[in-house]
């Protein structure tokens, strides 16, 4: 089964950069993904890692190890509207469903 | 192209009501989930379905039931409902593509008095 872990809240101050740790542990691994869910909204894709190494899209990247079973997104440039859940959710392998984390609710100050 | 779609968007049941929750998607998918949301907590997997006419149980399928007759639509039923039962409920979809990412309705948030 899958045991993921993230912290449960963050917060930062606008213009700086958080990093949201993920750790897994799983009898297998077929990638990582990253979702940001803004409050009563449904959850949007935001990343994809299947190697190890590190991700970048814009503002967002995300990282992977699968060695240690960890993962992070790292937010940069933080702006308000980054004020989310994030969620760590993984795909086993031969399967196509996903486990997901609880979830790591950022709090982006001016 | 509206993606995946849910109905309603709130209901408030009365214990030992029954109710069916709809989801269709438009991107022709083969696999549709349904999940639940409990306050500060991740998605947990109710039913899910990998094509019209198979369905399966996830992590936590007792007091719903699901069909999937067309490849669109997956319907959710929810059987003498109880207090547990409120929640915010998503349906998702994805493709047999090579990550499977999951594409989510805009969930209904159910209340169970």
Redesign the interface.
């Known amino acids: 089964g899958q045991n993921i872990d993230q912290p449960t809240e963050m917060t930062a101050t606008e213009g700086a950069i958080v990093q949201i740790n993920c750790t897994y542990q799983t009898s297998g691994f077929n990638g990582l993904f990253w979702y940001q869910q803004h409050a009563g909204e449904a959850p949007t894709f935001l990343s994809y890692n299947v190697l190890d190494g590190l991700e970048e899209k814009g503002r967002f990247s995300s990282f992977l190890s699968r060695s240690k079973g960890y993962s992070y997104l790292l937010l940069k440039e933080l702006q308000m509207k980054d004020s989310a859940s994030y969620l760590c959710a993984v795909r086993p392998p031969g399967d196509y469903k996903l486990s997901f984390g609880a979830g790591t609710t950022v709090t982006v100050r001016a | 192209n509206a993606g995946v779609t849910q109905t309603p968007k709130f209901r408030i049941l009365k214990i030992g009501q029954s109710m069916t929750l709809q989801c269709t998607q438009d991107m022709n998918h083969n ?1 549709m ?1 349904w999940y639940r949301q409990d306050p ?6 109710i039913y ?1 379905s ?1 094509g019209a006419g198979i369905t399966d149980k ?1 992590e936590v399928p007792n007091g719903y039931n699901v069909s999937r007759s067309t490849t669109e639509d997956f319907p959710l039923r929810l059987e003498l409902a109880a207090p547990s039962q409120t929640s915010v409920y ?1 349906c998702a979809s ?1 493709s ?1 593509g090579n ?9 209904t948030r159910l209340t169970v008095t």
């Open positions: 696999y989930y500060g907590m991740g998605l947990k997997l899910y990998v996830g998503f994805s047999s990550t499977y990412e999951q594409y989510f309705g805009p969930g």
